[in-house]
């Protein structure tokens, strides 16, 4: 009897410090998933600070004519390696062990922003040097996210893949923040030189973070705490499906897939028009623009950690979302005041935001485990296919249009694809349902 009332005393006490262990956030109870997720914001505000401060360099200081080219020309650059490396970019992650995929990528990406760092010191800095470091860069970046979004499921229980991949998605955000408060600001008082340097300390700062996480096992993702092993694993060979063959069992996540396409037609060429309105319009500097990059990036990061709780079937919840980015995206063709325009893009980022955790987090779940390698790097080719072709479309654009035109065009651009999305059924599963 004694006995019984231990063992009942103790039951309560390990469920007491359960439900306890679950009030805490997920990066403090789980410290490798933690420090993963701080490597991934390093390494994503990199990339964003990079891209952020070229871009303002490349309109403000380096070319006179054609700066809308130019400026779309380098975002180009640094969205198609992730379309065109999707295949070896899959075979990778699904071949070789995560932790050191994502440790490589890091380590590299450190290297070259030092050696850009080192080039820049000069008098005149090559402008074929800075797109070069722009595809290397993202080349890097193309195997990181697809490996990290596998990778949820080896860092955390099944019930916390949500919250872990709004902590996942939130990084975009907090680099879309931090890059943008700091890209075109040090750019401004301290060149390319400076900004690549920048990004070399947060490279190889989450590489070493990375170095010294310990990964569970592919097969015992969903058991505790059976290490990854240093090589290859046995999963390795199920997870190498053709690629087309993959979204062609998941026709539901296809379509979604492609009505977020045509979107980012739109939504993405936010980036190439930011520092054109700045200079044409506003007639800013490097801290107006961010001010708005800081804005869309601060909305991003609270629809991350809210998107989970927007009612309503993912479609229809997205398609509202769409909906109220296409009039944030275009009121600023409308009304050129500064506070509305920060305003404006802190609605869109959050529109983003939480259509990224909803969507995000159902693909998770309806996707076969032995598929995600694949799946994720087919999804984040897909998505990115539109990213080069909008960022020369309105680069070229701007050195025609009004910015205030190219805001309309966002706006109006976007209505279709909200339109489609709110047309889709739900799933054939539970796992769609929210």
């Known amino acids: 009897m004694t006995a019984t009332s231990v063992t009942a005393s103790e039951t309560q006490d390990a469920g007491a410090a359960g439900a306890e ?35 303002w360099w490349l309109v403000a200081y380096a070319v006179r004519d054609a700066r809308g080219l130019a400026s779309g020309l380098f975002m180009a650059a640094c969205t198609l390696p992730a ?20 440790r490589t990528a890091a380590a590299v990406a450190g290297a070259v922003a030092g050696a ?23 080349t890097c970046q ?5 490996c990290l979004t596998t990778s949820v499921p080896e860092l955390v229980d099944d019930v916390d893949i949500e919250t872990a991949t709004g902590f996942e998605l939130s990084t975009q955000s907090l680099a879309g923040l931090g890059g943008a408060l700091l890209g075109a600001l040090i750019v401004d008082r301290a060149g390319v030189a400076g900004l690549a340097a920048g ?36 999963e390795a060979a199920p997870q190498r499906r053709p690629l087309r063959r993959i979204l062609g069992e998941l026709p539901y996540v296809r379509a ?21 309105y700045t200079r044409s319009v506003l007639a800013g500097g490097g801290g107006t623009v961010a001010l708005l990059e800081a804005s869309l990036g601060t909305g991003a990061l609270v629809g991350a950690f809210t998107g989970a709780r927007v009612p309503g079937r993912p479609t229809v919840a997205g398609a509202y979302c769409l909906g109220l980015m296409a009039l944030a995206l275009a009121l600023p063709g409308l009304v050129a005041d500064r506070p509305v325009i920060a305003g404006c893009l802190g609605v869109a980022g959050w529109c983003a935001g ?40 309105f680069g070229f654009a701007g050195d025609f249009l009004s910015p205030r035109t190219l805001c309309l065009a966002q706006g109006v ?15 054939r599963t539970s796992a769609g349902k929210r």
């Open 21 to 55: 262990g679950r009030r805490a956030p997920l990066i403090l109870r789980n410290r490798a998933f933690g420090a993963v997720w701080l490597g991934q914001v390093l390494t994503q505000a990199a990339v964003r600070m990079f891209q952020v401060g070229v871009s």
């Open 83 to 102: 379309v065109v490396l999707a295949p070896v970019v899959a075979a990778t992650v699904g071949r070789f062990a995560h932790r050191s995929v994502l």
């Open 116 to 138: 850009l760092a080192v080039c820049a010191q000069g008098e005149h800095l090559p402008l074929v040097a800075v797109y070069a470091a722009a595809l290397a860069l993202a």
């Open 142 to 146: 193309a195997f990181f996210d697809p």
């Open 199 to 234: 990004c070399a300390v947060a490279y190889l700062g989450a590489a070493v973070l990375i170095a010294g996480v310990r990964f569970r096992a592919a097969a015992a993702a969903g058991t505790p705490s059976t290490t990854e092993p240093a090589g290859t694993t046995e």
């Open 256 to 276: 979604i897939l492609l009505c977020f396409t045509a979107a980012n037609l739109f939504t993405t060429a936010v980036f190439v028009v930011i520092p054109l």
């Open 354 to 393: 939480a259509v990224s955790v909803r969507f995000v987090a159902l693909f998770q779940r309806l996707v076969p485990t032995a598929d995600k390698p694949g799946f994720f790097a087919v999804m984040q080719a897909v998505l990115g296919a539109s990213l080069p072709v909008a960022s020369l479309v």
């Open 413 to 427: 651009g976007l209505l279709p694809a909200a339109c489609a999305l709110a047309l889709l059924g739900g799933p």
